[in-house]
């Protein structure tokens, strides 16, 4: 690592609380708020292996915190947003920084007659973290409406990906050796009070099916993709058939695990999908329940859940989260 830069310009804090929906965890030994490419390029020559904080929707930061550079990209450019209506009849191109909030945008968009992130409502996102994880749920995904994203490699270089460059998939995108500084968004001209109802009528639906109130980082695992036909028991439906994504909420809840709890983390009655952090409780026990949701789930089904949620440690992601739950 080189050593820290002596300008005023760019400030590097020590020991600062991330703040995560979970509301549990550590710390970044040191965290800077870079508002330009510039400083960006900067963090980069004194952590090339630096972290990217967005919302903090995604994420589980284990209670002894982190020691690489953390870095927010919540100020200046990164959080600008230029809509660029250039009197096309059927759509317009919207730039957005990598450190705008989703659900805002979202908001602005509709109030605009601008359709094609409303289907994302109830999403805690920042566009970054949209984008490098493919936002989506039941109404749609955000690659959807990517026209183009620009970003900085890791040693410091500017480069921008069309949208068939970009291998968006499932929770997926490539992205991740990257880091997004903002992308360029397509968006269709409609009615706004269309927009408005079917913005409602998704955040309605978030309501009813998920604790939206709860710390929790939202669905906790992917939706796997079968590699066998499973049936259903005890007069249940079948789970799937080989191939078939299904639902990981059914898969847990199915394995009995909805209102498991270890310590101050549990497993949400409501959807078994996501799990929920008491106020003051540790993220040790977060990441201990991932892991015993993954083991009943594997033991139960053979299915092997991944996590949507990034978990941070000291020693990188945590094995819970990432590693196999059975010996190959």
Known sequence: MADEPTTPALLIERNVLISTWFHVGGGADRLARPTNAEQLSECLRIDPSLRVLGDGANLLVDDDGVDSLVVTLADGDFSAVRIDDDHRDDFVLVTVGAGVNLPKLINQTVRLGLAGLETLGGIPASIGGALVMNAGGAFGQIADVVERVFAMRRDGTLTNLTRDQIAFGYRH????DLIVTSAELRLARAGASQLRQKHLDVMAYKKR???MADNSAGCAFKNPTLSADIAGDGGQEPIGAKGQRVSAGMLIDR??????????????DRHGNFLTADTGGKARDVIELIGEVRRRVYDRFGVELHTEVVVWTRTGQDSAAKAQVHNP
């Open 173 to 176: 995108s490539g992205l991740n």
């Open 209 to 211: 099916t998920q604790p």
């Open 255 to 268: 394995a009995r695990c909805k209102g498991l709890r270890i310590r101050t983390a549990s497993v949400s």
